[in-house]
């Protein structure tokens, strides 16, 4: 997952192997374009903070779930 810096949304963007058996993915998230709007301005998301508003995400030991 990485999250866009434009819109502030956290996009799904796959990273190595194969889509779907077909198209060959990046090796990495250099030089990829966010689906939603389409920026350059992307980076991996650390899976802990929110885009839009950067507070932290805290792991409540639900696998499911994050507040």
């Known amino acids: 997952m990485v999250v866009c ?3 502030h ?6 990273v190595g ?5 077909v198209a060959p993915s990046f ?3 250099y030089g990829r374009l966010c689906p939603q709007c389409m920026s350059d ?7 802990k903070t929110c885009p ?3 507070g932290k995400m805290i792991d409540e030991g639900d696998e499911e779930f994050w507040t």
């Open 27 to 29: 090796s990495s998230e």
């Open 52 to 54: 839009k508003c950067g």
């Open 5 to 7: 810096m434009r819109c």
């Open 41 to 47: 301005d992307i980076k991996i998301w650390d899976e």
């Open 17 to 21: 192997g194969m889509i779907a058996d």
């Open 9 to 14: 949304t956290i996009q799904p963007l796959t």
